[in-house]
């Protein structure tokens, strides 16, 4: 089943319409329906035809020169303040969050029934089969599916997320064989230089540092991300400032995420990086950050996402 051919079919009504998402390109005609605190700070439709003209010509050259200055610090400030919801976030609808939070629910069950350690590896095949063979989890209705695929199809940068797409098949496979499992953690790193760097920076920390999060398939990085969607009431952008959407996330690929021993959800925000543990490992070299405090990708600062791939 392709995404080409559900939209062919014409069985969905995607968010597409409702939310200037069309890969081939917005029409200025496209009313954006969007949904915000403040109703007045909307701004007229053209300002998201084109979201890297708004963050100070990241990867493409402005039309307009003159305002770059006050572009990217407006940009910086929204990866800064990345909880917080701007004019021109992408918003589902109603009826879209309905089906995001059915399809959240569902992938819950399945992890559930999988196991969290081999559901970071999962591929999409082997999850329908799950769904099909446990009624536990239950079959995906056709508009879940739907949500899915499109999710996947999509260009992140329509909403905000400026990252590379690192997996470009829904059903892409990890084999288990180039990967191992972490002792005490229930994730997985691949063999080889990401197991190798992990290990010697635990040592070189007398084991003060745990993975926290290592390989991550489409499965898992949808579950993480939709999961994330629904806490942010449907709004893509802002799950995206602080999440890869499916199918961009270096998780995929070797990248990794490590905490302090004992420290908790503070493994996951600004204070990992006043931790001795991570000045430590700055001192020893180790740290080489994906998500600095002024990347490009409209992602937030994430010390404690460790980058392997180039
Ligand atoms: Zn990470």
């Not at 949904?35 to 003209?53: C, F, G, N, T």
């Not at 400030?77 to 969050?97: A, H, N, S, T, W």
Request: proline share 4%; net charge negative.
């Amino acid at each position: 089943m392709s995404y080409g051919a559900l939209s062919a079919a014409g069985g969905y009504v995607g968010w597409r319409m409702a939310h200037t998402w069309q890969p081939e390109g917005p029409k200025l005609g496209d009313e954006p329906t969007i949904k915000v605190a403040d109703a007045s700070r909307i701004e007229p439709a053209h300002q998201m035809l084109d979201p890297l003209a708004d963050e100070g010509g990241f990867g493409r050259q402005r039309t307009e020169p003159g305002t770059q200055a006050s572009d990217q610090a407006a940009y910086l400030q929204k990866i800064r303040d990345f909880d917080e919801v701007y004019p021109e976030d992408v918003i589902l609808g109603v009826d879209q969050l309905a089906i995001l939070k059915s399809t959240a629910r569902r992938l819950t069950k399945a992890q559930r029934v999988i196991g969290h350690g081999h559901f970071n590896l999962l591929n999409f095949d082997n999850l329908l089969k799950y769904c099909r063979r446990y009624s536990s989890i239950g079959r995906f209705s056709q508009q879940e599916l739907d949500l899915l695929e499109e999710l996947f199809a999509a260009d992140a940068t329509d909403y905000g997320f400026y990252g590379e797409k690192v997996q470009t098949e829904l059903t892409t496979e990890i084999a288990e064989k180039d990967t191992a499992k972490i002792a005490d953690t229930g994730h997985f790193l691949f063999r080889g230089e990401a197991q190798t760097k992990y290990e010697k920076m635990r040592q070189d920390l007398d084991g003060g540092i745990f993975l926290t999060s290592g390989i991550r398939n489409v499965v898992k990085q949808m579950q993480l991300f939709l999961d994330k969607a629904v806490t942010t009431d449907g709004n893509l952008s802002q799950a995206s400032r602080s999440l890869a959407p499916p199918g961009y996330s270096f998780h995929a690929v070797g990248d990794f995420d490590i905490g302090k021993v004992g420290a908790g959800l503070d493994n996951f925000n600004e204070v990992f990086a006043e931790t001795d543990e991570y000045k430590k490992l700055v001192d020893l070299g180790y740290i080489e950050l994906r998500y600095t405090p002024t990347n490009p990708f409209g992602v937030r600062h994430e010390p404690w996402h460790i980058k392997m791939k180039a």
